[in-house]
């Protein structure tokens, strides 16, 4: 099943399980990682990679080699609440 979701304004789909890293990664955005690898299982330890997604009124950090594509959710690679973090 195919998932539709904005990353910095652009529509973009993804497949579904695939985690908001993956989708931006295939699609040439840039989220900088860490302790991201193909060898390991993520856990967002390092927390470089944190987005700010919204959905349903609500917006919040997560991190995005964690975090699943889901359907209409809104993704800020570089907003001012990324920055601060």
């Not at 209409?72 to 907003?79: A, I, P, Q, Y």
Request: proline share 5%; charged share 20%.
């Amino acid at each position: 099943m195919m998932i539709t979701l904005t990353i910095d304004g652009q529509k973009f789909q993804a497949k579904e399980g695939q985690t908001l890293l993956q989708v931006a990664q295939e699609n040439g955005i840039d989220i900088p990682t860490l302790c991201n690898h193909e060898a390991i299982e993520p856990y967002g330890a390092c927390r470089l990679c944190i987005v700010e997604i919204a959905s349903k009124g609500r917006s919040r950090i997560v991190t995005s080699c964690l975090y699943p594509a889901e359907e209409g959710l809104e993704v800020k690679t570089n907003s001012p609440k990324i920055v601060e973090n």
